[in-house]
Each structure stands twice: as structure tokens, then as C-alpha cells.
């Protein structure tokens, strides 16, 4: 079975505001684990203070990673 594997980083956009940051995160992840579910893609995201880094994998059953476009889910993001 082929994987395909995908690795970023980007700059947070998240409030300054502490708890507000927290519900932002958990915001992030609940779409984030419904999309990739229905997607059949695995990963990690990492928060830093500034920075989201993210790997993700996906077999070659499923929709190559290369073709995931970012998206505004979030009014935050």
C-alpha cells in the first residue's frame, strides 16, 4: 500500500486571549477530525505560542494530500 505524506507549517492567527485560544484550538480539532475521518487521512498538529505544525498521511485508496487546499473554517482562522 502507497502512503502519501504531507508536512507544514504555519503562522497562528489565534486570539491572545488565553481561554479564547483554547476554544479556538479545540474548535480546530473537532472539524479537523470530522474532515479527515470522512477523508481516511491521519496526522499530528502541533501548537506552539505562534506556529501550527501538522503531518498528515493518507493511503493511495484515498484523496491524495496534495490535493487538500486550505480552508476557512473557522471565523477565527
Partial sequence: MSLFRLVYASTSLLS????????????????????N???????????????FSQAQRSSASTRPLTTIRATRTCSFC
Fill in 16 to 35: 491572545d486571549e488565553p481561554d479564547l485560544a483554547r476554544e479556538q484550538i479545540e474548535q480546530i480539532l473537532l472539524v479537523s477530525r470530522r474532515n
Fill in 37 to 51: 475521518e470522512a477523508a481516511e487521512i491521519t496526522g499530528a498538529l502541533l501548537f506552539s505560542d505562534t506556529n
